[in-house]
């Protein structure tokens, strides 16, 4: 946008000469929202390993597709033991990336409502008592009891712990996504600007939608970068 590519409203707002109307350049922003549910394990081994895994909560005839991914994390001086989770399925709408002026050194407005669809908390809900059904197992009793510290067990209201506490997952996605045209993208499927030539975009925000993974985009990413750099030895080599 501070080149002057983007929505001439915003650009124009800011002072920021017009080169290129695409008014989808930061929209569609996505990110899966993340909680954490932490324990007291004083027996635990430690490991500098971080165990990852992909749940899927509901039932497989209505999703086949994990809706969260959680990292279990060790803290070597406190003992204590974070299961981070992660919505792996976000359903909430998109938001968006913009400017709150035209210096390139302020930080960007990020507007992206987490819970705004009742189906993400409800997801989150679900996963604390997975995680507490998986600390309750018979496979962990060999490394002693294992304290819920937080949201703990004293009739915690889990919908306003997910919402008081609830973290970016830092795996944002979408912002100049590919498509078809102008109207609803930013990128081709060469991943050109629409009517820029000899610019194009080649990250995580050329997503158009969201997908279940325990990277996050960055393996997508990868394989992303190596697609691009075929088109690119076709066209130039």
């Known amino acids: 946008m501070l ?6 409203e915003i650009l124009q707002k800011h002072q920021i000469p017009v080169k290129h ?3 989808q350049v930061g929209k569609n922003l996505m990110d899966n929202g993340a909680v954490i549910v932490q324990y007291k394990a004083e027996n635990l081994p430690i490991n500098e390993s971080i165990p990852v895994g ?9 999703n086949i597709n994990p809706d969260l991914f959680f990292i279990l994390k ?31 050194l302020s930080p960007p407005r990020i507007i992206l409502d987490y819970l705004k ?5 409800q997801t989150f809900i679900d996963s604390i008592h997975y ?12 490394v002693g009891p294992i304290i819920e510290i937080s949201p703990g067990m004293k009739n915690m209201d889990l919908a306003s712990y997910i919402k008081d506490t609830l973290d970016p997952g830092y795996h944002y996605i979408g912002t100049c996504c590919m498509g078809r045209n102008a109207e609803d993208s930013v990128v ?29 985009p960055c393996l997508t990413t990868y394989a992303l970068t190596e697609k691009a ?9």
């Open 117 to 121: 669809d009742k189906r993400d908390l």
């Open 131 to 142: 995680v507490r059904k998986v600390m309750s197992t018979d496979a962990l009793k060999n």
């Open 21 to 23: 109307e695409l008014r």
């Open 229 to 237: 750099a075929d088109l690119l030895c076709k066209e130039h080599l």
């Open 188 to 216: 081709d499927n060469h991943f050109k600007v629409h009517g820029i030539k000899n610019l194009r975009i080649v990250d995580a925000s050329v997503f158009p939608a969201g997908f279940a993974s325990k990277t996050g």
């Open 54 to 62: 992909l749940v899927n909560t509901q039932s497989a005839t209505t």
């Open 74 to 104: 060790m803290d070597k001086t406190s003992r204590n033991l974070y299961v981070v989770i992660f919505n792996a399925s976000p359903k909430s709408t998109t938001g968006f990336i913009s400017l709150h002026n035209s210096n390139p």
């Open 3 to 8: 080149s002057g590519i983007g929505d001439p």
